[in-house]
């Protein structure tokens, strides 16, 4: 009988923290969301170069960073998942919340510095783990950069 509570609180605990950890995520995507409607007039370019038939003032390197952690119920889940194989959908998510948010910071930075356009914007994705040690949790720094300009 004693097993059988420890499971169910063990269980509840488990639910809760997945219920709370769901509510933030969606929290997250929907102030995504929001920012990214308000940043939608600062255009974001790949290529290297702006194109020559304009003129450009204040260059400057623009930078987006954020440090984000996945939670301990969402690696228990991803645990079970990857035991069975096929996609790791809440891993896939988290990428996502970064990418978007390390792109709207860097627009953020852009907007501040008068800018209406970012060009050569790169990517960079890096985790966070301790060499060859097992971290608890799963953490990785998303940065998105590139070069800000304001047209004359």
Do not use: C, W
């Amino acid at each position: 009988m004693e097993l059988l509570i420890q499971l169910g609180f063990f269980a509840g605990l488990l639910a809760i923290g997945l219920v709370f950890g769901t509510a933030a995520e969606r929290r997250h995507f929907s102030s995504l969301k929001q920012r990214e409607a308000d940043l939608r007039d600062i255009l974001v370019f790949a290529e290297r170069l702006p194109p020559a038939d304009r003129e450009y003032r204040d260059a400057a390197l623009v930078v987006g960073s954020v440090v984000l952690g996945e939670d301990y119920f969402k690696r228990a889940f991803a645990s079970l998942k990857s035991f069975f194989g096929g996609r790791l959908t809440m891993y896939e998510a988290l990428m996502d919340r970064g990418r978007r948010e390390a792109a709207v910071r860097m627009k953020e930075e852009a907007r501040q510095r008068g800018a209406s356009m970012i060009f050569n914007v790169r990517f960079e994705t890096s985790s966070l783990a301790d060499g060859g040690a097992r971290q608890a949790v799963f953490s990785a720094e998303f940065m998105a950069y590139g070069t800000a300009l304001g047209t004359r």
